[in-house]
């Protein structure tokens, strides 16, 4: 691929490889303020490290297990708060279990953490008996069990493992390791393999790459209520289309293969078995595997509820939740859904079964935005639960006792509130959270407390319990997290006009009434994805921008959630033409208010949607961005995958046209403004293919522009190379906008 070095790459000198950009300073050079402010940011995710990570109430409620790492360091450790006396001890810390030797990961187990977007290291996960007492942690492909009570800890046999769960009666471990699911009996530590026959191409208990990626679906395996029996996924890989990704630091290592469906091509094939705990025949469950191939949802938790699978067509436009019969396999219909566009999944798995199995909770989109409905046993509707105004962002619990749910949510989709409903009558919603931000709620089997997450616009951050009758906090969970020295100067707001976006101005903190300043519009401007919300840590890179002598703004337009489902389909059928007029609309809407805005200077910059935005704005309208910051863009859709693609485009061949107008490609030629193109040449998710074949469009055009390769996936975690790209991306910004336009421009 030949890379053009035209005059503006040699001046600001980014086209290197990033294994150039990541030698530190020398210790003779004192470092810039603003670099060492963003080296804070990067090293310690936005004062995120330190805070607790998954924390969980012990079955009795009276301690709180979770996750944490130190301020500056992404390494997790297992510890244990118990309530009444406010103690803190750690159970166990991967330094202990390694004994000075690294943290390996296995190539699939990279995968994973890629697709969960986890780039903390230690113990990602832990998983409680459902007694209490015993944690299940993972590190470095084995298996550990910890007694709490002495506490003692038990390595299991094996190596290579991943997604471990325990037996809901604690007597067991299931497990996945070379493509089969294996139980490990706690008692006699005897690991048996449970299926067979896993080759290159068929793998068993393990979520397809699509469930992973598109879905929320990360598991491939599940426990009957009983343990008696584990339903398990099969994927057929042998029809999907393979992808070679080799380290380019390392030529003599052979490249990853990695099967990946791109639109229009084959997807895994995929089926569900039920087999019992100690092996034997596998009993498949029956359902139309042609006319509904994507197996989203598989529900299987409360004593006396059946087993339950939600199963999609491949247009995602139909599907059905069936329940089934796991003596013999046969399913059932319960409730269809239908949308002409596309239909949502809830990253909340449904359905949700009251204890009795006489009931189950359903959230739907049917009326125009979220809602929770509740529904009997044959699927009838027998009310809805949230009214069809209100945003149901996430159903977080279920109390049978009062008969009531607990929901985020809320009517302003830039904050997240926890609202209790009741699941009868027409009793008043009770607003379980106020301050100005965004709130979470976790429980446990004790429901007169909960674990309070809250990200304030004060800069408050944190966990705490809380009593549920009153809101009074009974405990904080203890946090080793730095205080940020200041907070972003951003000013959420909504944009003037027929159609009201949310918005976001970050401004200089020394900000005089009276000067120009360029614009960067921080953009995503994609589905799924909402930027502009209630939590200060969201704009502190923003504000770094800032702070260099620039307005930085975030608009979220048609297309992204929150605002219900006209308004998140508005895109269907062409990703970028709605995209482009809603930002463009807010743009020109902030800058009326904020005459400090230089419409003529404007530049964009995202990442993924973002990246593919950016570079599609700087062609299609040259006119109102002046150059453009392009992160790991999908540039032509047909080389994405088939859910995400699928979705928003339509099948091929049929839409083609739809994907000819979303193509970059289409548009290459028309390029006359700076392009900064960056993008990890081991990505995963978005193949650097992308780039390259905007790069080679380009180039064979005669257009002129910045190419960046990255040695990294899609996900750009170590401080180091977040701290050399931005610093890049600035000086490109400053080399394009900081001088005054020519009568040309």
Not at 105 to 120: D, F, H, P, Q, Y
Not at 148 to 160: C, D, N, S, T
Not at 505 to 527: E, H, N, S
Request: charged share 25%; proline share 6%.
């Amino acid at each position: 691929m030949p890379f053009r070095f035209d005059p503006r790459a040699l001046r600001i000198g980014t086209v290197v490889l990033a294994l150039l950009c990541a030698f530190p300073a020398r210790a003779a050079d004192p470092e810039p303020a603003d670099l060492r402010y963003f080296r804070e940011l990067v090293e310690t995710r936005n004062y995120s490290l330190g805070q607790p990570v998954s924390p969980k109430f012990t079955p009795d409620g009276k301690a709180v297990i979770f996750l944490r790492g130190g301020a500056r360091d992404p390494v997790l450790r297992l510890y244990e708060f118990t309530i009444a006396d406010g103690k803190l001890r750690e159970i166990l810390s991967p330094e202990k279990l390694l004994q000075g030797a690294e943290e390996k990961l296995t190539a699939e187990e990279r995968s994973r953490r890629e697709r969960e977007r986890k780039s903390l290291r230690g113990f990602t996960h832990f998983q409680l008996s459902k007694d209490g007492s015993k944690v299940l942690v993972m590190l470095s492909g084995k298996l550990y069990v910890i007694t709490r009570a002495e506490p003692q800890v038990a390595e299991l046999p094996g190596q290579g493992w991943i997604d471990p769960h325990f037996s809901p009666d604690g007597h067991a471990v299931a497990a996945v390791s070379g493509g089969e699911v294996h139980v490990i009996d706690l008692e006699t530590k005897a690991d048996l393999a449970i299926t067979s026959g896993a080759t290159e191409t068929l793998q068993h208990g393990v979520a397809e790459f699509v469930a992973q990626e598109e879905m929320d679906r990360h598991q491939g395996f599940w426990w009957s209520p009983d343990s008696q029996w584990i339903v398990y996924q099969e994927t057929d890989n042998s029809g999907v289309e393979t992808r070679f990704i080799a380290d380019p630091l390392h030529p003599e290592k052979p490249p990853a293969k990695n099967f990946y469906p791109r639109a229009g091509t084959n997807n895994a094939k995929v089926r569900l078995g039920i087999i019992a705990r100690a092996g034997g025949p596998t009993r498949w469950i029956e359902w139309d595997r042609e006319k509904y191939p994507y197996l989203a949802r598989v529900v299987w938790k409360e004593a006396g509820a059946p087993l339950c699978i939600l199963i999609q067509d491949r247009a995602q436009q139909d599907e059905l939740l069936l329940t089934v019969d796991p003596t013999t396999g046969a399913t059932r219909e319960l409730l269809r859904e239908k949308d002409a566009a596309w239909l949502n999944l809830d990253e909340k798995p449904m359905p949700i079964w009251l204890k009795d199995g006489r009931q189950f909770l359903w959230t739907t989109e049917r009326n125009g935005t979220w809602q929770a409905e509740l529904r009997s046993a044959d699927g009838a509707l027998v009310r809805a639960v949230t009214p069809a105004d209100f945003h149901v962002e996430e159903l977080i619990d279920v109390n049978d006792a009062d008969r009531s749910i607990v929901v985020s949510g809320g009517r302003d989709p830039r904050e997240r509130h926890l609202f209790r409903f009741p699941l009868e009558g027409k009793a008043e919603p009770q607003q379980m959270t106020r301050e100005k931000g965004r709130h979470n709620a976790v429980f446990g089997e004790t429901k007169d407390q909960f674990l309070h997450r809250f990200d304030l616009l004060n800069g408050n951050a944190g966990w705490e319990v809380l009593r549920l009758s009153d809101g009074n906090k009974i405990a904080a969970l203890p946090s080793v997290a730095e205080r940020p020295s200041s907070l972003p100067k951003v000013e959420l707001t909504r944009t003037d006009g027929p159609r009201p976006m949310d918005a976001a101005i970050i401004r200089p903190r020394d900000f005089k009434k009276g000067t120009r300043y360029p614009v960067i519009l921080d953009v995503y401007a994609g589905p799924h994805s909402k930027q502009v919300i209630a939590q200060p840590d969201r704009y502190m890179i923003d504000q770094w921008m800032a702070d260099r002598g620039y307005i930085v703004v975030v608009i979220d337009g048609r297309g992204t959630p929150g605002h219900g489902r006209e308004w998140e389909r508005a895109i269907r059928g062409n990703l970028i033409d709605v995209a482009l007029t809603d930002q463009i609309a807010g743009l020109e809407a902030l800058a009326k208010r904020e005459p400090a805005m230089d419409l003529k200077r404007v530049g964009a910059v995202g990442w993924s949607f973002g990246g593919y935005f950016s570079a599609m704005a700087v062609m299609r309208k040259p006119e109102i961005f002046r150059c453009a910051v392009v992160g790991a863009p999908v540039v032509t859709w047909e080389n994405y995958d088939t859910y995400y693609t699928e979705r928003y485009l339509g099948l091929l061949p049929e839409s083609a046209e739809a994907y000819r107008a979303s193509n970059v490609l289409t548009y290459a030629s028309e390029l006359r403004r700076p392009v900064l193109l960056i993008h990890g040449l081991t990505d995963d998710n978005v193949y650097a293919q992308h780039s390259m074949q905007l790069s080679d469009a380009l180039f064979n055009a005669g257009k002129s522009f910045t190419f960046l390769p990255l040695l990294g996936t899609h996900m750009v975690s170590e401080p180091l190379l977040r701290l050399r790209r931005q610093t890049r991306i600035m000086e490109f910004f400053d080399a394009e906008l900081r001088r005054a336009p020519r009568r040309s421009e």
